[in-house]
C-alpha cells in the first residue's frame, strides 16, 4: 500500500483484505483448519462488489478523493465550420473534471448531457458559446467545446479528468474508506447500490 498526503493505492489483494477486515470476516485465528465445500466463494463475491463501489466512487465521488491526470496530451481534437472543436476522450478517463482551450478566456468545469438546454442551444449561431463564456458537452467518448474561432486549430492547454488505475489498482483518499458498506447493507441492496 502506497500512502502520499491521505491518498493511497491499494493493490486488488490490499482491497479485498481491507473489505473483509472492515466487514469482520476475516481470518484472524489461526490455530485450527476448517473446510467447507458448500459455501459462496467469498473472495470472488467480494471483488464483484468492491469493484462496482469503486466505480460508482470515481463516477461520482468528490473529486480530491480521487485520482485526477491531464490528458491533453492524449486527446485528438476537430474543429468544424462553426468552431464547434470535437474532442476524444481517452479510454481511462472516467469523467472531465476542468478543460480548457488555448483561445478561451476561461477554463470549463461543468459538463452539459446532450439533451440539456444548455447543450442544445449549442446548436445555433446565435446562442452558441464563444471564447469569454465557453461551454462543454459530454457525448460519453467525446466532448463538443464550445467555441473556438473559425479557422483556428485548436489547442488544449487544460484536460482535467478523474482516471482508473490502468494498473487495476484502487487509488483513492483515506475519507472516501468511509463509504464502506456495511455487510447488512451488502446482503441486501443489489449489486449496483454500495455508495
Known sequence: ???????????????????????????????????????????????????????????????????????SDEVTLSIDEQGCVTASIPPQCVRPLEWKLDSWQQSVTHFYAPHEPQAMAQHNPWTQAGTHHPVAVDHGDRLCLFSAPAGTTPRLTMATCVVCPADGSYVLHTEALASLPSLEHLQSAPVTDYI
Do not use: F
Not at 490490499?14 to 473472495?43: A, P
Not at 470472488?44 to 480530491?64: D, H, S
Open 1 to 71: 500500500m502506497k500512502n502520499t498526503n491521505q491518498m493511497i493505492q491499494l493493490t486488488q489483494q490490499e482491497m479485498l483484505n481491507l473489505w473483509k477486515q472492515h466487514l469482520h470476516l476475516d481470518d484472524t485465528r489461526r490455530e485450527c483448519s476448517v473446510e467447507r465445500d458448500d459455501g459462496i466463494d467469498l473472495d470472488a463475491w467480494l471483488t464483484m462488489r468492491i469493484k462496482v463501489w469503486y466505480a460508482r466512487l470515481l463516477a461520482q465521488a468528490p473529486a480530491r478523493w480521487l485520482p485526477t491526470q491531464d490528458v
